[in-house]
């Protein structure tokens, strides 16, 4: 593309007598010029107002080049398509002879040069060899006659030998840079457009955004085709240049995904760049011992690794009829995008390497987002500055943990990715343009895609967050080693003060000196005190992570307030609800005895019954949520497990009575066991677990006892709790990896039109509990319904 403007050489569309004839109409403009041989150089010494009007009077008369060394065109296709409005031939001759997939296919882009400009001329030179080139022009005013109709307007098209290098030669002989590209290139075949008469200010600022916006529209080197786009203006040659074009060499990781349709597998590529190798060999080889590919020092080395997974198992959908079909009309695609980090960390607990943030930002705000590429061709507005159309902020802020604080948590931020989505129109012929070309339209197919890109996104997020934990947890263990250390030494300084203090004392009073038995007796003495001072340390000491709990715990306490007033008020209205009683003696007493067999009279009596029902229910909720909050609830203390789980049957009683399910509790331990929890913590396991079984029990399609079980045991000197139900079992979709049923914000619950409805959150929240009370959970095969086994150590090791 090349640009040129008219300030200093007069073009061939304006010849020196028009220029004349307008200076001698305009003296301003006349005087501002001077000339010299067949240019007119301009004066220094004008004024705005006679800038203004040159400008508005030359910019008539710069030209647009547009140039390629592609196939050019023949007679045939210039007559019946390159003017014809809405011709699709592309949409059956969609590859080209060397195997490229044609771009456009409405028939409609090619009047973008009436856009762009008054005047169009085309030189173009086939691979016809037989055939002569073409010369094409137009004037596009005559579709602004109007008197005149579409079918009289006419462009000129003339047969005539044209050798387009060295046309290309003539036009630019005095702009090496462009004479210099030409050579190094074939021009056997292309096409040239002149574009006169621009409709726009093609100022150096708008140049400047042109140039800009060819960077994020032409394919990226990763997609490695052999196309490139070079900007010129002809005014200023040393500017711009060749567009260059998106290309990450420093980056944290690396991700490509290729989905195969036809099998509808997902190859994927993974690569690691984020740490510090070197210091993980010498800092943190030992966390690696017990580590499983691809999780192991060797895989960590080698930085690259591939899995194969199917469509299915990555989105976490049935491997039904549905879903196939689903994913079979998407068709089969790549996805490849970096995660790189803009803001180096200073955080000890990860060996990250070295990065230059500065150049890392300058990359983003240039190639940042996550881009859609049709046949290597850019599909706006995917990627652009403000269009984060898979929402990956809002998935982030849902869950703004760490990367290596718990496992699964963490997710991606948009400034911290950019990807390239390659599709096609031969392969996903369903993902269709909107009318105006603006974007793809919303439909199901499109819905399927950015559900796949985020399932794939999710495995690299998992991935880091497997990587990084192990981190994490070393961290924590030294930074409590260092915590204990600090303890310890400031606990020795104050027992020698207190025992120095009290020597001098019994000196200066008693006049005594110390003695070998005296300083074995002091030596305990100080023993003593320093055990006594850590014990105080240990109690009142708080680390940044206990003041993070804090200030969690506060926001649950504010929560926990709100909920105590809307339980209180639902109490007043549940206590209002008491004068049902009344309402039936009045109804009873002032409906006469011979009309008590009314159909009316029933339909009363019914209706009181159904609000006493509904009291009943609401009474119901209404107290657990008022005894879920109660201070007795938020203090550790031993857990009596007859009381515990008496309690939570009675709480769940009449919802489980609802729905005809059973609840069995049977406990085996006959002494009190020594283990100190939270009761919410015990609360947050079973009303999760128990609300799992009631969805369970609402999709069952077969008629059978509803029956929820829990066994408490002794087992090894542990607590055992067993818990099941005869429910749909473990969604199918966990049955290959059933411990990801733990993972946050992982659910099998969708609606109809297969869009997330649970939070994924309940099964995560039990793994959590169980976890902070030193306690294991896993899942159980079972022939039928769910399985869980949960065991708790009976003396429970704290280090707070």
């Given at each position: ?8 050489n007069i073009?061939a569309?304006?010849s020196?007598a028009?220029f004349?004839a307008y200076s001698?109409?305009?003296?301003q ?6 000339l010299?041989g067949?240019k007119?150089?301009l ?6 107002r006679?800038?203004?009007e040159l400008?508005?009077f030359?910019?008539?008369?710069n030209?647009l080049?547009?140039?390629d060394n ?11 398509h390159?003017?014809?409005?809405g011709?699709g031939?592309?949409e ?10 044609r771009?456009g296919a409405k028939g ?6 009436d856009?762009?400009g008054?005047?169009?001329?085309m ?5 016809d060899?037989?055939?002569n ?6 004037d596009?005013?005559q ?6 109709s ?7 098209l ?16 005095e702009t ?5 590209l ?6 056997s075949?292309g096409?040239?457009?002149?574009i ?8 150096e600022?708008?140049?400047?955004l042109?140039y800009k ?5 032409i394919p990226p ?8 786009v070079?900007?010129?203006h ?9 567009v260059?074009?998106a290309?990450f ?7 490509y995904a290729?989905?195969?349709s036809?099998d509808?597998?997902i ?7 984020e740490?510090d ?14 580590a499983k ?7 960590l ?5 591939k899995?194969?997974k199917?469509a ?5 959908w049935e491997?039904?009829?549905?879903s ?6 998407l068709?089969?695609?790549s ?5 790189i ?13 070295a990065i230059n943030s ?6 983003f ?7 859609i590429?049709?046949d290597?061709f ?6 652009e500055?403000?269009?984060d159309?898979l929402?990956?902020?809002e998935?982030a ?9 718990r ?5 991606v ?12 129109r031969?392969t ?6 909107k009318?105006?070309r603006?974007?793809?339209q919303?439909n199901e197919?499109f819905?399927t ?10 495995e690299?997020e998992?991935?880091?967050?497997k ?7 070393a961290s924590?263990?030294?930074k409590e080693l260092n915590?204990k250390?600090?303890i ?5 300084k104050?027992a020698?003060?207190?025992?120095d203090?009290r020597s001098?004392v019994?000196?200066?009073v008693?006049?005594?000196k ?10 305990e003495?100080k023993?003593v005190y320093q055990?006594?001072i ?5 109690k ?8 993070a709990?804090?200030?969690q715990?506060r ?6 307030l709100?909920?105590s ?7 007043e209205?549940?206590n209002n ?7 039936e003696d ?10 008590k067999?009314a159909?009316?009279y ?5 209706i009181?019954e159904?609000?006493?029902?509904e009291n009943?229910k609401i009474s119901h909720w209404?107290?657990y949520?008022?005894t879920?909050i109660?201070?007795?609830k938020?203090?550790r203390?031993a857990v009596?497990f ?14 489980l009575?609802?729905?005809n399910i059973?609840?069995e509790?049977?406990n ?16 947050t396991?079973?009303?999760n677990?128990?609300s799992n079984?009631?969805e369970?029990?609402?999709?069952l399609?077969?008629?059978?006892d509803r029956?929820?079980?829990i ?7 542990n ?5 099941a139900d005869?429910?749909?079992g473990?969604?199918?979709v966990f049955k290959k990896?059933p411990?990801?049923i ?5 659910t099998?619950k969708r609606?109809r039109?297969d869009n997330?409805i ?7 929240l039990v793994?959590?509990?169980v976890s902070?009370n ?10 039928i ?9 009976t003396?429970?090791k704290?280090?707070?």
């Open positions: 593309m090349v640009f040129d403007t008219v300030f200093d073009p569309t304006l020196l028009e004349k001698s109409r305009n003296k403009i006349g005087k501002s010029y001077i010299k067949n007119y150089l004066r220094h010494d004008l004024s705005d006679t800038n203004r400008l508005a030359f910019f008539e008369y030209s080049y547009i140039i592609g196939h050019g065109m023949n007679k045939e296709t210039i007559l019946n390159w003017m014809v409005i011709t031939n592309k059956a001759n969609h590859t080209s002879d060397d195997g490229r997939v771009t409609i882009g090619r009047f973008a040069l856009r762009l008054v005047f169009t001329e030189w173009t030179v086939s691979k060899k037989k055939a080139g073409l010369y094409w022009s137009m596009w005013r579709f602004d006659l109007p008197e005149q579409i079918s009289e307007v006419e462009a000129l003339e047969e005539k030998p044209i050798d387009l290098g060295a046309f290309l030669q003539e036009c630019f002989s090496p840079r462009i004479l210099d030409i050579s190094q290139k074939s021009f075949t096409t040239v457009l002149k006169s008469g621009l409709k726009d200010s093609w100022a600022p708008n140049l400047a042109v916006s060819l960077e994020a529209l080197k990763e997609l490695a085709i052999p196309f490139s070079s900007f010129f002809l005014q200023k040659p040393k500017q711009f240049g060749e260059e074009t290309f060499n420093d980056y944290d990781y690396r991700v290729k989905f195969n036809n509808l597998s190859d994927l590529t993974i690569t690691r760049d740490l190798l070197k210091k993980v060999k010498k800092e943190f080889i030992h966390i690696f011992k017990n590919r691809p999780f192991d020092i060797k895989t080395e080698k930085k690259e690794f899995i194969k199917s299915t198992d990555l989105l976490r491997d039904d009829e549905y196939k079909n689903v994913l079979t009309r068709g089969s695609l996805f490849l995008f970096y995660f980090k803009t803001i180096g960390s200073q955080k000890e607990a990860y060996p990250y390497k500065t150049e890392r930002r300058a990359v705000e240039r190639f940042g987002g996550i881009k590429y049709r290597s850019r599909v706006r507005p995917y990627g500055i403000g269009n159309w929402k990956l902020g998935r802020g849902i869950s703004p943990a760490g990367a290596g604080q496992i699964g948590d963490w997710r931020k948009t400034h911290q990715i950019a990807g390239i989505v390659n599709i096609s031969i996903n012929p369903h993902l269709i343009d009318s105006d603006g974007a793809l919303e197919t819905e895609l950015k559900q796949l890109l985020i399932a794939v996104i999710y690299f998992l991935d880091r967050s990587i990084l934990n192990p981190f994490y947890e924590q263990v030294q915590r250390a600090e310890r030494a400031e606990a020795i104050l020698d003060r207190i025992i203090q001098r019994e000196e200066k008693y006049g005594t110390a003695d070998l038995f005296k300083s074995v007796k002091i030596a003495e023993a055990k006594e850590e014990r105080s340390f240990e009142f000491d708080k680390s940044d992570d206990d003041d709990e804090v200030a715990v926001t649950l306490a504010s929560l926990g709100i909920v007033s809307f339980a209180h008020e639902l109490k209205a549940r609800f008491d004068d049902i009683q009344e309402l009045i109804f009873h007493k002032i409906v006469p005895d011979e009309k067999k159909v009316d029933k339909d009363g009596v019914n009181i159904l609000l006493k029902r009943q209404v107290d949520a008022l879920a109660k201070r007795d938020r203090k203390g009596n007859d009381k515990y789980f008496t309690g939570l049957n009675k709480s769940w009683e009449i919802a009575s609802n729905r059973k609840l509790i049977r085996t331990i006959k002494s009190p066991p020594n283990f100190k929890a939270f009761e919410m913590d015990l609360n396991i079973f009303n677990l128990i079984s009631i369970a029990f609402n999709n399609r077969e008629i059978r029956k929820i079980r066994a408490i045991s002794s087992f090894k000197a607590i055992q709790i067993v818990y005869n429910g749909t473990l969604p199918k990896n411990e990801e733990f993972l946050p914000f992982t099998s609606d039109e997330d649970g939070t994924g959150l309940g099964m995560y793994k959590s509990v902070d030193n306690g294991l959970v896993s899942i159980q095969d079972s022939d319904g769910f399985k869980l086994r949960i065991e708790f150590p003396q429970k704290r280090n707070k």
